[in-house]
């Protein structure tokens, strides 16, 4: 039987190296029990720091703290409006080690060295040239998945990135502005527009990932390790992003999306 790892241990087995920069996502209900079960409490403070010390002064560390309130026309406040991504994006919001992003969609809490690199964009678009998501291909992060089975890929947000590298070679999603209030990091409001690559209703567009998964572990760019019984993924998006991009330009998106008359 395989010894019990320390939840402050863990970030140590995942790979990563000094100056890496980590996009982190995850389900963590599993991680809690598992913890209780070996008289641990999970401190996801201390679990920030724990990843921190791997990576180094030099690295930097994302966690989503998505909000899709303001495509309903509710504000977004920067200081206020909490993540429906995950707990993590809330805890690391009130940990001040960390900062968050401006996008009132796809925001992130970011800590390290690229954190005022990173709250200083002011990208209109949620996956553009100028984003958080141009950015992790850029340095080459790692987007590291807790808790999730390795052919499932949740929380890969990247691959709509890469889609809107090529908007104009998909039928099945468009770029979509989104006009609502939004309260900044000083308290002032104003009328603002952001927008995101949404799906195409009428042609029915389903994400379905496991291909892409599995294109991704044959090439060795998603690799998974298990520990205490709990799947961890790594993916290196930049490698990814060769991958998907192919998958859309030759083969309709087929890897990852379903959609009618593909």
Same mark, same amino acid.
């Not at 709990?230 to 490698?239: E, P, Q, R």
């Given at each position: 039987m395989t010894d019990y790892i320390s939840y402050l241990d863990i970030p140590r087995h995942w790979g990563l190296r000094r100056g890496d920069a980590v996009l982190l996502s995850s389900y963590i209900s599993?991680?809690?029990?598992?913890?209780? %079960?070996?008289?641990?409490?999970?401190? #996801?403070?201390? $679990?920030?720091?724990?990843?921190?010390?791997?990576?180094?002064?030099?690295?930097?560390?994302?966690?989503?703290?998505?909000?899709?309130d303001f495509c309903h026309q509710t504000a977004f406040d920067y200081k206020k409006t909490k993540s429906q991504v995950g707990v993590l994006?809330?805890?690391?919001?009130?940990?001040?080690?960390?900062?968050r992003t401006r996008h009132p969609l796809y925001s992130f809490a970011v800590a390290g060295k690229d954190q005022q690199l990173l709250c200083d964009m002011n990208n209109v678009s949620s996956f553009g040239s100028d984003s958080p998501f141009a950015y992790l291909e850029r340095v080459h992060a790692k987007q590291v998945m807790m808790d999730v089975e390795y052919d499932q890929l949740w929380g890969f947000t990247y691959v709509h990135y890469v889609e %809107?590298?090529?908007?104009?070679?998909? #039928?099945?999603? $468009?770029?979509?502005?989104?006009?609502a209030p939004y309260i900044d990091e000083n308290g002032e409001t104003t009328i603002r527009h952001y927008s995101m690559l949404v799906r195409n209703l009428d042609m029915e567009v389903v994400n379905e990932l496991p291909p892409l998964a599995e294109a991704l572990v044959m090439k060795g760019i998603l690799k998974s390790n298990l520990i205490n019984g709990?799947?961890?993924?790594?993916?290196?998006?930049?490698?990814?992003t060769e991958v998907i991009m192919q998958d859309i330009l030759e083969n309709k998106s087929r890897l990852f999306t379903r959609y009618k008359g593909q």
């Open positions: 599993r991680i809690l029990l598992n913890c209780k %079960e070996h008289g641990e409490r999970f401190n #996801p403070n201390l $679990f920030f720091d724990s990843i921190l010390d791997v990576i180094g002064e030099e690295g930097t560390l994302l966690i989503p703290t998505y909000s899709w994006g809330d805890q690391a919001l009130r940990n001040p080690k960390f900062r %809107e590298k090529v908007v104009d070679k998909i #039928p099945y999603r $468009f770029l979509k502005t989104f006009e709990i799947n961890y993924g790594v993916v290196d998006l930049n490698a990814s």
